[in-house]
């Protein structure tokens, strides 16, 4: 069974850093493209960002473009979002998914992330 | 961006009854290749989103057949033909023709 399972939420004051971590397993991690997508509190879905296969094409929602940086390591199985000079609109539930071309088939539980001082 | 719409935002349904949930999209999501890149989901309450319905009309795997998908173009239909109490949850439609991938608002399913 695919199992994703992200990390590394948590509260963060205005200006800050985080870095997300989504664990793979179930299926060839290296042969799909990647997505994260987040969840304000009680809103929504918004696309954040996504990888291809061996990392060499990546992109990011221009809200967070030149904060944001989207990588994986296919060793380890593991997807990463790096977001910096958070603010408080980035506070929402980020899920990573596992991404086919136009359809997100798997979803991990979340990771919530708190911008607040 | 592509826009995307449904109706209606809220869904009260009897059990055993039908339901459909309506999105309509401000640009065509027809690909090239002969597919809607039109998706649903459902996000049961406290829990991730599910997919229900890839590519327009595909049912995901594990998806009871109830659940169906129609549409093309712009406008698009998910219908579930007898709702059970189960089914209750927030319904999203989602175009992955183009970054950024865009959801609906979404449409929540009561049960009456």
């Known amino acids: 069974d695919v199992q994703l399972v992200e990390s590394g939420g948590g509260l963060v004051q205005p200006g800050g850093s985080l870095r997300l971590s989504c664990a793979a397993s179930?299926?060839?991690?290296?042969?799909?493209?990647m997505t994260w997508v987040r969840q304000a509190p009680g809103k929504g879905f918004e696309w954040v960002a996504n990888i291809n296969e061996d990392g060499s094409e990546k992109s990011c929602v221009n809200s967070l473009k030149g904060r944001c940086i989207i990588s994986r390591d296919n060793a380890k199985n593991s997807l990463y979002l790096q977001m910096n000079s958070l603010r408080a609109d980035d506070t929402a539930i980020y899920y990573c998914?596992?991404?086919?071309?136009?359809?997100?088939?798997?979803w991990g539980q979340g990771t919530l992330v708190t911008v607040s001082s | 961006d592509i826009v995307m719409t449904q109706s209606p935002l809220s869904l009260p349904v009897t059990p055993g009854e039908p339901a459909s949930i309506s999105c309509r999209c401000s640009?065509?999501?027809?690909?090239?290749?002969?597919?809607?890149?039109l998706d649903w989901y459902l996000q049961k309450p406290g829990q991730s989103p599910q997919l229900l319905i890839y590519l327009g009309s595909n049912r995901a795997s594990g998806v009871p057949d109830r659940f169906s998908g129609s549409g093309s173009g712009t406008d698009f239909t998910l219908k579930i033909n007898k709702v059970e109490a189960e089914d209750v949850g927030i319904y999203y439609c989602?175009?992955?023709?183009?970054?950024?991938?865009?959801f609906g608002q979404g449409t929540r399913l009561e049960i009456k």
């Open positions: 640009q065509s999501l027809l690909h090239s290749d002969g597919y809607n890149y």
């Open positions: 998914a596992k991404t086919h071309p136009g359809y997100y088939s798997d």
């Open positions: 179930g299926f060839t991690f290296s042969s799909h493209w």
């Open positions: 989602m175009q992955g023709l183009q970054i950024p991938v865009t």
